[in-house]
């Protein structure tokens, strides 16, 4: 007897994994450095006690939606919640992807959005960003108008690169995207603009948020969109039954009661982002401008997978971007707390010295 092979298609593809080293300072995956307020900890606790366990959750996650659409200013048709926003990526892909389907990404981009759609059997059409890493509207056009895609993924700010959209460059893509735009703003509260501004009934565009960076609640696995009526009622027909637990739909229902403590924390995140661009261009290295919580560097004079490990060795963890495609040479970390940051900066100048 022989365990039977999974699909060949998975053969070639590995997951999307950043090491969990023990480390001191952990700024490799763009969480928060911050944990929610003490308060909603408290009314979570509080509210857990009332869950029927023995009962399935509320289906339609209503008041979660009812929630989020306030915090918005929409309807609660238009929200769909899952497992963290590649969750709703993954149901954007199985409801408008699959077989005989194609999306389109820009790279260098966030791996995860080429990564689901080949888990889901779509064909994935790439196209480059220019060197400084922007969007390139005549690639843009090329690659929609060869390609056909049902999905047009836009990462805004884009992971790993930091650079956001405006409002003129997402209108130009969605005036030559065929299908679904799905602009990607999982880092959407660290920038100046937000696409969710261009979101309607008939406009076929779609924002993905999540609560594991701006919230703090990384560990709550719990991400949603912002899009038009049928396109959430499309993506309920894919979704497991029940795929919201009971804590979750409580936990970011109270989440939004505390948005003016995630405001906050944004704007220390945003100041301290300055400050380690600031710090960074003292040092030998190449970074760009971010408007998330991470700044993309490149270490002038040493190869980046050495400045990695050098790192690693006085307990600072970031990610190596050094072998992605079109980043040779490039580390991306994390905006942290600013002892974290003071850490980091200090065994830069370190390790480059
Ligand atoms: C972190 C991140 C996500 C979030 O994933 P979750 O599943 O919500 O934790 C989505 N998109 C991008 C670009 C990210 O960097």
Redesign the pocket.
């Known amino acids: 007897m022989a365990l039977p092979e999974p699909r060949e298609d998975l053969g070639l593809r590995e997951g999307y994994h950043s090491p969990q080293v023990d480390v001191a300072v952990r700024l490799n995956?763009?969480e928060s450095p911050l944990p929610p307020p003490p308060a909603w900890l408290d009314a979570l606790r509080a509210e857990i006690g009332g869950i029927a366990f023995h009962r399935y959750p509320d289906r339609h996650a209503t008041a979660l939606r009812e929630a989020l659409a306030g915090l918005h200013g929409v309807r609660p048709s238009q929200i769909f919640c899952a497992?963290?926003?590649?969750?709703?990526?993954q149901s954007l892909c199985l409801a408008y992807g699959g077989p005989g389907r194609s999306v389109a990404v820009f790279e260098p981009t966030?791996a995860?959005h080429s990564h689901i759609a080949h888990l889901t059997g779509t064909a994935v059409a790439e196209g480059r960003r220019r060197p400084d890493f922007s969007l390139d509207l005549d690639v843009v056009s090329d690659v929609l108008s060869g390609a056909h895609p049902a999905i047009t993924f836009v990462?805004s700010p884009?992971?790993p690169t930091g650079m956001a959209e405006d409002a003129s460059a997402v209108r130009s893509v969605l005036a030559a995207a065929p299908g679904l735009v799905v602009v990607?703003e999982?880092?959407g509260q660290f920038a100046d603009w937000s696409a969710l501004s261009l979101v309607g009934d008939g406009v076929p565009l779609v924002v993905?948020r999540?609560?594991?960076?701006t919230w703090s609640m990384?560990a709550a696995?719990?991400?949603y969109l912002v899009g038009p009526d049928p396109v959430v009622a499309a993506l309920e027909r894919v979704a497991l039954p029940y795929h919201l637990d009971a804590v979750k739909q409580i936990a970011g229902r109270l989440a939004v009661e505390f948005v003016g403590e995630m405001d906050e924390r944004v704007g220390l995140i945003v100041r301290e982002r300055r400050r380690i661009l600031a710090a960074l261009g003292s040092l030998p290295v190449t970074a760009w401008p971010s408007q998330a919580n991470f700044v993309l560097f490149r270490p002038e004079l040493r190869k980046g997978r050495e400045v990695w490990q050098a790192l690693v060795d006085r307990s600072v963890l970031v990610r190596d971007a050094s072998s992605w495609p079109g980043l040779s040479g490039c580390l991306r970390v994390t905006v942290g707390s600013p002892a974290d940051n003071d850490a980091f900066l200090s065994a830069l100048a370190e390790v480059l010295s």
């Open positions: 995956t763009n497992n963290g926003s590649n969750e709703v990526l966030y995860l990462c884009n992971n990607d999982a880092y993905t999540t609560f594991s960076k990384a696995r719990l991400g």
